[in-house]
């Protein structure tokens, strides 16, 4: 779609879907309506083509959003029953958006509730979408027919997270200590974190790329800029810095 605020206009129609679902679904076929909010219109479009046929799913996308000010508008507009929901998004993150939709969450009647879909694995990025009101959070590595199964048990309330992730939710809200602030973290960028993870890992700058919808040059910039901030001089101190505070 052009607009990534662009709402799909299929509201109301998921009578009409689940008359039209194939033979052998039963007449009680779930339905669920959903808001893409990622800031990379090509993975929209993949996550789209893989969950939005109704008809097969059940699942209708009803609008997209690429930052924090159009996923709010949308969300509003349309108020669907889950939110795929990417960490880190342009004008604050989806912690933002979990903030100023605090209140769609709330409605005991018809509630909001919101999935996060990431490609970061991070505790600190896992457990602010939680803390911020998210139900569940999901990585990117996740399959077609996961990510179905999670929108749903989602909307009936459930809470999802991959494999691992919910360990890392159950740690932080079993100590009462406040995770402790680790400055030089603080100076780099939600992006600058994740590529920094990456390279850590071992991965190459075409794999990071490819991983994180952007190109190579852009890795590089990041790479330069997370570099110049810690005060390192090439990607083997950043490995060793990575590890030593256990971020890989």
Same mark, same amino acid.
């Given at each position: 779609?052009?607009?990534?605020?662009?709402?799909?206009?299929?509201?109301?129609?998921?009578?009409?879907?689940?008359?039209?679902?194939?033979?052998?679904?039963?007449?009680?076929?779930?339905?669920?309506?959903?808001?893409?909010?990622?800031?990379?219109?090509?993975?929209?479009?993949?996550?789209?083509?893989?969950?939005?046929?109704?008809?097969?799913?059940?699942?209708?996308?009803?609008?997209?959003?690429?930052?924090?000010?159009?996923?709010?508008?949308?969300?509003?507009?349309?108020?669907?029953?889950?939110?795929?929901?990417?960490?880190?998004?342009?004008?604050?993150?989806?912690?933002?958006?979990?903030?100023?939709?605090?209140?769609?969450?709330?409605?005991?009647?018809?509630?909001?509730?919101?999935?996060?879909?990431?490609?970061?694995?991070?505790?600190?990025?896992?457990?602010? &979408?939680? /803390?911020?009101? #998210? $139900? +569940? =959070?999901?990585? *990117?590595? !996740?399959?077609?027919?996961?990510? %179905?199964?999670?929108?749903?048990?989602?909307?009936?309330?459930?809470?999802?997270?991959?494999?691992?992730?919910?360990?890392?939710?159950?740690?932080?809200?079993?100590?009462?200590?406040?995770?402790?602030?680790?400055?030089?973290?603080?100076?780099?960028?939600?992006?600058?974190?994740? &590529?920094? /993870?990456?390279? #850590? $890992? +071992? =991965?190459?700058? *075409?794999? !990071?790329?490819?991983?994180?919808? %952007?190109?190579?040059?852009?890795?590089?910039?990041?790479?330069?800029?997370?570099?110049?901030?810690?005060?390192?001089?090439?990607?083997?101190?950043?490995?060793?810095?990575?590890?030593?505070?256990?971020?890989?």
């Amino acid at each position: 779609m052009s607009d990534p605020t662009e709402t799909n206009g299929r509201a109301g129609t998921a009578g009409a879907a689940e008359s039209a679902a194939p033979a052998g679904s039963g007449a009680g076929r779930r339905q669920v309506r959903v808001v893409l909010v990622d800031d990379h219109r090509m993975f929209r479009t993949g996550v789209q083509a893989e969950i939005g046929q109704t008809e097969q799913t059940g699942v209708e996308v009803v609008g997209e959003a690429a930052d924090v000010d159009q996923a709010v508008a949308v969300i509003t507009a349309t108020r669907p029953e889950v939110v795929l929901l990417d960490v880190h998004l342009p004008g604050g993150g989806g912690v933002e958006v979990l903030r100023r939709c605090a209140a769609l969450t709330a409605d005991t009647e018809r509630p909001v509730r919101f999935l996060a879909l990431s490609v970061s694995d991070a505790a600190e990025d896992v457990i602010g &979408v939680i /803390r911020g009101g #998210a $139900r +569940g =959070y999901v990585t *990117k590595t !996740i399959t077609g027919a996961d990510l %179905i199964d999670s929108i749903f048990r989602v909307q009936e309330g459930d809470a999802v997270f991959s494999p691992r992730l919910a360990g890392f939710v159950l740690d932080a809200f079993a100590s009462t200590d406040a995770p402790p602030v680790d400055e030089d973290l603080d100076r780099l960028t939600q992006r600058e974190r994740e &590529v920094l /993870r990456l390279i #850590a $890992r +071992g =991965y190459a700058y *075409k794999e !990071i790329a490819k991983q994180l919808f %952007i190109s190579v040059k852009t890795v590089e910039s990041h790479v330069s800029a997370v570099l110049r901030k810690l005060q390192l001089s090439n990607r083997h101190e950043l490995t060793r810095w990575a590890t030593a505070r256990r971020l890989v």
